[in-house]
């Protein structure tokens, strides 16, 4: 929406920056997350382990909301498409012997591929008859990475080649986050773009939308093509971590995870997800790992967080942010927050 | 007079309900005349306690359009209540032989997991749901399923935090010699299980009918200002909807006990289930369900013979996307009104 | 004086539609309150029956208040509202739809005898006892609409719109019945858009426009004046 | 010239006729108003021609060209807008995001060259009363019916059909709304309007057409539609007092 001449008058940082679509403070958190593995005690592998899954689940937790913030439309099957990424990847990994590097990209194209007939098949769909659409999507395809064991070995779990030769867990926290990075990167460059408003146009009022001129068909395709594409290259890289793909990774209960951090981060934010990602999963894992004899907690809290936050705060964390930092008095705070102003 | 109905029905066999529950009758005798009777026993069986789930669910979605995720720990529930009913009850019995009692003890059970069960659907309706509608109404279709969401990860994360993940289950509820029924044998406690879900689904098809309150719920379901114009009181019917519902997804999951033993999330195959059945029947459509409870069943037990047991899981999904893509209504019809505008 | 309103205000949400409005109904009389589309007439009656909350203002039904109160508690009080679009049990019987009306009445004598009373108003409805209220025709809707409401034996009658998507003869018997009651010692408060129909009919009247009380008298003195003919068709 | 017209248009919702073979035509430069008693099928009628709900007979020609069965979207982009009856635009965006949504997808064929300047000229030309960062969600009625008008004019229709845009609002509004209505037409708009409010419609309209049960009972000047007396009796009833009511109930029970 800035015009061009606006935008040469900023500095170089800012344009990086604006580039990147993330603000000063982003930057700054993005920053904190490139060495928080580097400082004890956060360097211990099994906090670094941690580390891993929040950015695994603040990835996903940004492409899940691409589709259900803007278009309004829950994917339930989020994480079997996730795993069909990954078992596309590890498949061939494993079959041909091409390199994971490959693999990953083959992955997320399958996983794009599904999206797209996804998006299909639920465009007479609204609302909870397309989540529940795509929910079954999901159990067939978790039903069918059960019964397929001459491919996928079934429940007994499928070996997969890891990325890296070394067994640290360091590498592969980078990888992770440049996916994350890249992930919300592309889909806050295009729900930033045109794009962005017949998302949020069809999502909010169809009848709206179409008397605009907006093609509902072509962006819910694009929109579920995408996020599903996103998913898949997550997908490769939760194969090629763990080593270990078995159906269970395909579970709704996943996808019930990656929608509560969403939900509790904020709706249509894209970026509330990511936030609350890091925080919440280490708070999980350490009521896990001190309270161990109360298994179980964590997802409780989860549930009962999901719980309070839809009925009671429904913009998630991105909406009390808005409310309460986003107009700082403080020229500096203000320009962390908000960026330069480019208007 | 004769031929005016002959023609009603044949109206109704040509409709496209009519064709597939005509379809289903026809392939379930054929198949158990090629391969055995026990397919039809086996149908019945299942379909019978798959009709008392289905019917809750579409039951909650016709009257509070709530589309429930978390209808099967309601079933967790009814067995693990079960469970810690029957087990006193029997060790009472290993000392003190009572032949009136070992009758009972099951019945017993199953009335508790139903109080149970209702009790805690009263809860999330009174805690989360009446909440929720206090706050906004706009998406609630949606938002509630999601409200659901999370009390079904509440729910089944509880089970393990109190009682743990192992298998809690029983041998049988009655004892003695299996039935012999057209060959096959059929154990007792199926075909008690059976019989219930017959006169459960026999009360309650009476209660909806012919009592004033079943005629409110019924009402609320079709016209919720109507209702109100009548002098329904809508929210009490609510909890009374989510307590019926919830109860008899309980008692479900007590009268299975010796099939499926109580764990944390014994309810997602239940589940699962009963969501093919509603998709199938048309969401809300609580005769409906019945009927489509049979032919779900009718199609597991099919899969599994002629095609391999695990795959009565695939199967089943990939008709009903079938069903979601070309008549998302269902095939008997949605009674719920602006569903599909949601 | 049975039903009050004092200085209605009220609306959806952030729409404010009506504004001070005032007016009074006596036991057996026959009030209507007429005016163009949009003026706010359904909405003074749904706020008055309790489905949408006032934002100010005061209804008073038989000396006490009743604004504020639940839908389904103020038709427990005698009010029988009926709306535009009947609100039926579409996949309800005929009977079952009266029965439901009842839904307020324990006493099993008083029932049948409302039922025998809405059956001798309405012979029609008798001969369709056992058919699907979704399945008749506009008429048939609006004789049973009217039929459901008399079942609770109300105090009061809010008649929505009687001749909305009828045809002027149905308009017409839909009229007789409401006369019918009037001369048995009902009171109606009708909202209609047949101006001249009503206003021929009715005791008193009152003109809403634009969510305020513009005029109100005698019907006859009403469907003499000029204004109102200006605000229906403009001339 | 003709800018719109229908042959025979029809819709049929499973066994109810809502809209009857109505055939009438609109002229460039026109403010042609339709009107008719509550659940006549009027806003099924704009509907049907609008490509919401598409017609199930009859035949639409727009600017010359069949245009039955189009989608919404492709109405759009050959020149027809909409505003709603009751205006729901989309609740979490900004009035100036509402508006960019139709300048910059609303004019896929005669491309705006700078969406939010066009934008922002509909919502002062409109006067819209608020800032364009507001939130829709909470806005009042009225700048929510002048936000959905600059949202339908944004996309520089031919054609404007406008659905009951004066309901709700009180006189002083009305003259507003009045003079907003000749000013978009002066812009070289043609419009259609559903309204209720006979006063606007006696003020603004140079043609009428009237429809009552989905048929078309009375087409053409605004005054001499308003004299006619089946008009007059669909708004005001029957002047005749009753007659005799054998005949009444026997027509009762026939239907």
Not at chain 1, 60 to 69: K, N
Not at chain 1, 234 to 245: D, V
Not at chain 3, 79 to 84: F, G, K, V
Not at chain 4, 136 to 159: C, F, I, V, W, Y
């Amino acid at each position: 929406m800035q015009t061009t001449k606006a935008k040469s008058e900023l500095n170089l940082f800012d344009r990086v920056l604006d580039l990147l679509s993330l603000k000063p403070l982003g930057a700054i958190g993005l920053v904190i997350l490139v060495i928080l593995p580097l400082v004890p005690p956060f360097n211990q592998e099994y906090l670094i382990r941690w580390l891993c899954a929040a950015a695994l689940i603040a990835a996903a937790s940004v492409s899940f909301d691409f589709t259900a913030g803007f278009i309004n439309i829950v994917n339930f099957g989020y994480y079997a498409i996730v795993g069909l990424g990954g078992y596309t990847s590890a498949i061939l990994v494993d079959r041909f012997g091409i390199s994971p590097w490959i693999g990953i990209f083959v992955g997320a194209l399958s996983a794009g591929l599904l999206g797209f007939f996804l998006g299909i098949v639920t465009l007479r769909l609204r609302g909870i008859f397309a989540a529940v659409m795509a929910w079954f999507m999901g159990l067939a395809l978790m039903g069918l990475a059960t019964k397929a064991v001459w491919l996928t070995r079934g429940s007994l779990g499928l070996r997969v080649e890891r990325l890296f030769d070394s067994p640290s867990n360091l590498p592969y926290y980078y990888v992770i986050l440049a996916m994350m990075l890249v992930t919300y990167v592309i889909t806050k460059g295009v729900t930033r773009s045109d794009m962005g408003l017949a998302f949020k146009a069809i999502g909010q009022n169809m009848d709206a939308a179409r008397t605009s001129g907006i093609n509902p068909v072509y962006y819910r395709i694009v929109n579920f093509t995408l996020s599903c594409t996103l998913a898949g290259l997550l997908g490769g890289f939760y194969a090629h971590y763990y080593g270990i793909l078995t159906p269970e990774m395909m579970h709704t209960s996943k996808t019930v995870e990656v929608l509560a951090v969403a939900y509790i981060g904020g709706r249509g934010s894209l970026w509330g997800g990511a936030v609350v990602a890091f925080p919440f999963i280490y708070a999980m894992e350490m009521v896990r790992s001190s309270l161990s004899n109360l298994p179980g907690l964590n997802l409780i809290l989860y549930g009962l967080l999901l719980i309070l936050v839809m009925i009671y705060y429904s913009g998630g964390f991105a909406a009390f942010f808005q409310q309460h930092f986003s107009k700082p008095k403080n020229i500096i705070l203000y320009y962390l927050v908000n960026g330069k102003k480019t208007a | 007079m004769i031929t005016e109905y002959l023609k009603k029905l044949y109206e109704t066999i040509r409709s496209v309900a009519g064709i597939t529950v005509v379809l289903a009758i026809v392939v379930a005798i054929l198949s158990s005349i090629f391969r055995g009777p026990y397919i039809i026993v086996n149908t019945v069986v299942t379909g019978g306690m798959l009709a008392l789930m289905s019917i809750g669910l579409a039951l909650v979605f016709g009257v509070m359009n709530v589309a429930q995720f978390a209808h099967g720990e309601y079933f967790m529930i009814g067995s693990l209540t079960a469970y810690y009913t029957f087990i006193p009850i029997e060790r009472y019995l290993g000392a003190n032989p009572n032949a009136a009692l070992s009758f009972l003890a099951p019945l017993v059970s199953i009335l508790a997991a139903f109080c149970m069960g209702a009790l805690m659907g009263v809860l999330s309706e009174k805690l989360i749901f009446y909440n929720l509608r206090k706050r906004s109404r706009t998406n609630w279709v949606m938002n509630s399923f999601l409200l659901t969401v999370g009390i079904s990860v509440l729910l089944v994360n509880g089970h393990q935090l109190i009682f743990g993940t192992e298998l809690k289950g029983i041998v049988r509820y009655w004892t003695g010699r299996p039935f012999c029924i057209m060959d096959v044998f059929v154990s007792r406690d199926r075909c008690y299980a059976f019989i219930l879900s017959v006169l459960v689904i026999g009360l309650f098809w009476l209660f909806m009918k012919a009592t004033r309150t079943g005629r409110a719920i019924r009402a609320v379901s079709q016209d919720e200002t109507g209702a109100q114009m009548v002098g329904i009181d809508l929210s009490g019917i609510q909890v009374l909807t989510m307590a019926l519902s919830c109860g008899l997804a309980g008692i479900a999951g007590a009268s299975l006990l010796f099939m499926f033993p109580s764990y944390p999330s014994v309810g997602l195959d239940p589940l699962y289930m009963s969501w093919f059945v509603i998709i199938l029947a048309g969401m809300g459509n609580v005769l409906g369900a019945v009927v489509g409870a049979f032919m779900v069943a009718l199609l597991k037990v099919l899969t599994m013979e002629y095609i391999g047991s695990g795959w009565d899981f695939v199967v089943p999904t990939a008709l009903i996307m079938l069903i979601l893509i070309f008549k998302p209504n269902g095939i008997f019809g949605s009674d719920v009104r602006g569903v599909l505008e949601q | 004086m049975l039903l009050e309103v004092k200085n209605l205000d009220a609306g959806y949400g952030f729409l404010h539609i009506l504004r001070n409005v005032s007016l009074s109904v006596e036991k057996g009389e026959y009030v209507c309150l007429v005016g163009p589309n949009g003026a706010g007439k359904s909405t003074t009656l749904k706020t008055i029956a309790g489905l949408i909350s006032p934002i100010g203002g005061e209804v008073c039904f038989d000396g006490e208040t009743i604004s504020g109160l639940a839908g389904y508690k103020v038709a427990r009080r005698g009010i029988a509202y009926i709306s535009e679009e009947m609100n039926l049990f579409s996949n309800m019987t005929v009977h079952e739809n009266l029965l439901m009306g009842a839904y307020t009445v324990r006493d099993k004598q008083l029932e049948k005898n409302r039922l025998a009373f809405v059956y001798a108003l309405f012979p029609q409805l008798e001969g369709r006892k056992n058919q699907l209220a979704g399945t008749m025709s506009g008429g048939e809707r609006k004789m049973l609409g009217i039929g459901r409401a008399l079942m609770c034996n109300p105090k009061m009658l809010l008649v929505d719109e009687p001749s909305f998507g009828l045809a002027p003869l149905l308009t017409e018997d839909v009229f007789d019945s409401l006369d019918t009651l009037i001369k048995e010692g009902g009171t109606i408060l009708v909202v209609e858009q047949n101006v001249t129909k009503t206003l021929d009919v009715t005791d008193r009247g009152y003109v809403l426009e634009h969510g305020r009380i513009e005029l109100e008298g005698p019907s006859a003195e009403l469907a003499r004046d000029p204004h109102v003919r200006k605000a229906f068709l403009g001339v | 010239m003709k800018i719109l017209e229908t042959q025979e248009l029809s819709k049929q919702f499973g066994g109810l006729i809502a809209v009857n073979k109505v055939s009438m035509h609109v002229k460039e430069g026109d403010i042609v108003g339709l009107i008719g008693p509550n659940g006549a099928g009027k806003t099924t009628f704009l509907n049907a021609v609008a490509g919401l709900n598409p017609p199930t007979g009859g035949r639409v020609l727009f600017l010359g060209e069949d245009t039955t069965g189009f989608t919404p979207e492709k109405m759009c982009h050959r020149g027809l807008s909409r505003s709603f009856q009751i205006p729901r635009p989309y609740p979490k965006m900004t009035a100036l995001e509402t508006v960019l949504t139709s300048a910059i997808f609303g004019n896929r064929l005669r491309k705006v060259k700078d969406p939010v300047a066009h934008s922002r000229k509909m919502l002062s030309f409109v006067e819209f009363p608020m800032a364009e960062e507001t939130i829709t969600e909470s806005l009042n009625t009225l700048q929510l019916k002048r936000l959905d008008l600059a949202r339908a004019l944004a996309s520089n229709p031919r054609l404007l059909f406008l659905d009951e845009l004066a309901a709700g609002l009180t006189e002083g509004e009305l003259g507003d709304i009045m003079t907003l209505i000749r000013k978009i037409r002066d812009q070289g708009i043609t419009i259609l309007m559903v309204e209720h409010i006979m006063q606007l419609i006696m003020s603004v309209c140079e043609r009428l057409v009237c429809i009552q049960f989905g048929n078309k009972i009375a087409e053409g000047p605004t005054e001499e539609v308003a004299r006619d007396p089946t008009v007059t009796e669909a708004y005001l009833g029957r002047q005749k007092k009753k007659e005799c009511s054998p005949d009444t109930h026997a027509g009762a029970q026939v239907g």
